[in-house]
């Protein structure tokens, strides 16, 4: 079974610029996520699709940054226009669905990241 | 405002020897807490979980260690390999929102032939 693919694995801009991420979930997964680690930092929740729905994007930081999953398949994530504290790896995330199997918290299959830098 | 808070930062330990990572968290509503596993160039991925209700689980060499009453948990690493070096994540979540993590700093962890 293939895993949830991310890209680019990275990605070099520079201030101003746009930048378009995408990542592909694992197959029938109906959760995507999308999380962001700026350098030695913890990595940091962004939103959250429930199919082609946006559940949460309470971690967005600001408009600069937009979110969409076309038919609940792939999603991409586009910063526009790009600043320096962009940097940093995003990861995008997914998981079947389901509550949780007996009250236990649901498993979120990680994308190896795109590796952005803002000069 | 960091929710969890991880530590050490980077940590050395021999072939053979004890890796311990420990995580501290303030909100109480967190009651599921999984540790991530990443290895240069992939992903995290799920190592061990545990929830509020046990004080340890344990899988093979990993162990988890929970301290309810002082919002601590710690991941203990049994007789480390070298294959066991990568960069390991506590995290967290609650009830009402179990699909959003809160994850600590990291600890890269080298360990030593």
């Known amino acids: 079974e293939a895993g949830v693919t991310q890209f680019p694995s990275h990605s070099v801009i520079e201030k101003g610029q746009t930048v378009t991420l995408r990542c592909d979930p694992i197959s029938g997964h109906d959760n995507l996520y999308w999380y962001r680690r700026v350098m030695g930092k913890e990595i940091k929740f962004l939103l959250h699709f429930v199919k082609e729905s946006k559940q949460d994007e309470s971690g967005m930081p600001n408009n600069r940054f937009l979110a969409e999953r076309t038919g609940g398949t792939y999603s991409t994530l586009k910063v526009q226009p790009a600043e320096l504290e962009d940097s940093g790896v995003y990861f995008c995330?997914?998981?079947?669905?389901?509550?949780?199997?007996?009250?236990?918290?649901?498993?979120?299959?990680f994308g190896p990241g795109t590796r952005l830098l803002v000069l | 405002q960091q929710q969890v808070k991880q530590s050490p930062q980077s940590l050395i330990v021999q072939k053979g020897g004890i890796s311990i990572i420990n995580c501290a968290y303030e909100n109480t509503a967190f009651d599921y807490f999984p540790w991530y596993q990443q290895f240069p160039g992939k992903g995290p991925a799920l190592l061990i979980a545990?929830?509020?209700?046990?004080s340890e689980k344990k899988e093979g060499r990993f162990t988890i260690s929970f301290n309810k009453s002082a919002k601590q948990f710690s991941l203990h690493i049994m007789d480390s390999q070298p294959g066991d070096s990568a960069t390991y994540f506590c995290a967290a979540s609650m009830v009402q929102n179990f699909n959003k993590f809160y994850f600590g700093s990291g600890t890269k962890l080298n360990v030593k032939p």
């Open positions: 995330a997914s998981s079947q669905g389901s509550s949780p199997a007996g009250g236990f918290g649901e498993t979120q299959y």
């Open positions: 545990i929830r509020p209700d046990v």
